[in-house]
Nanobody
Framework: QVQLVESGGGSVQTGGSLRLSCVAS????????IGWFRQAPGKEREGVAI???????HYAESVKGRFTISQDSAKRTLYLQMDILKPEDTAMYYC???????????????????WGQGTLVTVCS
């Protein structure tokens, strides 16, 4: 059974930093597109950043220069370093993956096959 488990959310002041982690287990694929997505109250789920097995990355315009996605393949762990956080970054953050795929310059929300349970990030002004 393929699973994604996030951790690292919390509350932080504007301008602060957090690092989210997502541990993947049970997947047999050498190729994947995996990343972070978020949903704020009353808003639609949106893509934040994605990365594939070739380390190709794609970011939402709203987080470019502030967030960095990375992975440790040996540990099967995905990270999202979030710096210069803003109140508008407040949301539930989800790790999600599209297996046996590569990433492109878009967020494949409609085809993502596995989702984590989410971790809450709150940025206080």
């Amino acid at each position: 059974q393929v699973q994604l488990v996030e951790s690292g959310g919390g509350s932080v002041q504007t301008g602060g930093s957090l690092r989210l982690s997502c541990v993947a287990s049970g997947y047999p694929y050498a190729s994947y597109c995996i990343g972070w997505f978020r949903q704020a109250p009353g808003k639609e789920r949106e893509g934040v950043a994605i990365i594939d097995a070739n380390d190709y990355t794609h970011y939402a315009e709203s987080v470019k220069g502030r967030f960095t996605i990375s992975q440790d393949s040996a540990k099967r762990t995905l990270y999202l370093q979030m710096d210069i956080l803003k109140p508008e970054d407040t949301a539930m953050y989800y790790c999600a993956a599209d297996w046996a795929e590569v990433c492109g310059d878009y967020f494949p929300i409609e085809t993502l096959e596995t989702w984590g349970q989410g971790t809450l990030v709150t940025v206080c002004s």
